[in-house]
T-cell receptor
């Protein structure tokens, strides 16, 4: 969506490497979400930010996954020691007027 | 547990036909339902939503129907156009202050519109 940009658009990495995915929303939206979309599947919730804090991390699949948000704006999702099953599209969304607006996603491929 | 699922994974229609995409949900506590359209290489795009105190809501060329008795949600697209070709997802949320607005998505239906 026009209100959320993500980078990189594509990331290919080797198994065992760490990756950082970035979400850059337009300012003024305190609620931010990360979702993961595996091939041919629906979106799976990962983590929710309210401002810079994350009251709901229940969707993070393992302790290799972490996320932070600074200045109530940019958020980064970090995956350590990537595995092939981490391959997916990672989507970021902001909430405005009860709607969630999604970014274009980062396609992560772990070889 | 909570789940939202779709009856048909693919739907092919001719241009000008009406399309109906279905979704079943299992969490009777859900009170907010949304349909999203996702085109290749893009994030999901909001189409229309409906709250649990309603059974029908209309937008431009789209109508969402909610049947709480059988926990069924449908999206109707009138006069389907080639530009409607995409993957359609239903999603649900429980707005009780505990879910933080996070959405539970169904698997998706691929809609293909033939000219």
């Amino acid at each position: 969506g026009a209100g959320v940009s993500q980078s990189p658009s594509n990331k290919v990495t080797e198994k065992g490497k760490d990756v950082e995915l970035r979400c850059d929303p337009i300012s003024g939206h305190t609620a931010l979400y990360w979702y993961r979309q595996s091939l041919g599947q629906g979106l799976e919730f990962l983590i929710y930010f309210q401002g810079n804090s994350a009251p709901d991390k229940s969707g993070l699949p393992s302790d290799r996954f972490s996320a932070e948000r600074t200045g109530g704006s940019v958020s980064t999702l970090t995956i350590q020691r990537t595995q092939q099953e981490d391959s997916a599209v990672y989507l970021c969304a902001i909430r405005a007027y009860n709607e969630q607006f999604f970014g274009p996603g980062t396609r992560l491929t772990v070889l | 547990g909570e789940s939202v699922g779709l009856h048909l994974p693919t739907l092919s229609v001719q241009e000008g036909d009406n399309s109906i995409i279905n979704c079943a949900y299992s969490n009777s506590a859900s009170d907010y339902f949304i349909w999203y359209k996702q085109e290749s290489g893009k994030g999901p795009q909001f189409i229309i939503d409906i709250r649990s105190n309603m059974d029908k809501r209309q937008g431009q060329r789209v109508t969402v129907l909610l049947n709480k008795t059988v926990k069924h949600l449908s999206l109707q697209i009138a006069a389907t156009q080639p530009g409607d070709s995409a993957v359609y997802f239903c999603a649900e949320n429980k707005e009780d202050g505990t879910s933080y607005g996070k959405l539970t998505f169904g698997q998706g239906t691929i809609l293909t519109v033939h000219p």
